[in-house]
């Protein structure tokens, strides 16, 4: 009786660990992607560049991080002029994780918003 808890232990455990081992990169990367976002927003406020320059350059982040996201879900919204205006960058995407028995959809929103000095 003893041998088949330790064995049940361990199979839990190690069911935990792959769920983790599924889980994790998908939350790390969005963690990653929300900083690079939160740093296009802030330099595109000072730097004159169009919403489309800024839409591209997060979209080549989202491709570097791979994250499944396309250009139409990258929102830019840019009001006023360079270093006196605001821009605002939303992404909402999902990542299909493939847990046995349970798949699931993790839906993700990166959102960041800078002012201008003025």
């Given at each position: ?17 792959y769920v983790g081992w599924l889980l994790i990169p998908p939350f790390f990367a969005k963690y990653q992607f929300e ?84």
């Amino acid at each position: 009786m003893g041998s088949l808890k330790t064995i049940l232990i361990l199979a839990v455990i190690g069911f935990a660990a792959y769920v983790g081992w599924l889980l994790i990169p998908p939350f790390f990367a969005k963690y990653q992607f929300e900083d690079a976002v939160k740093t296009e927003a802030l330099n595109a406020t000072y730097v004159s560049r169009t919403e489309d320059e800024i839409r591209d350059s997060v979209f080549k982040k989202a491709k570097d991080l791979e994250i499944p996201v396309t250009k139409d879900q990258i929102k830019v919204h840019r009001v006023g002029g360079q270093g006196t205006g605001s821009v605002a960058i939303n992404v909402d995407y999902s990542v299909h994780v493939e847990v046995p028995g349970y798949p699931m959809d993790l839906q993700f929103h990166c959102a960041s918003a800078n002012k201008g000095m003025y």
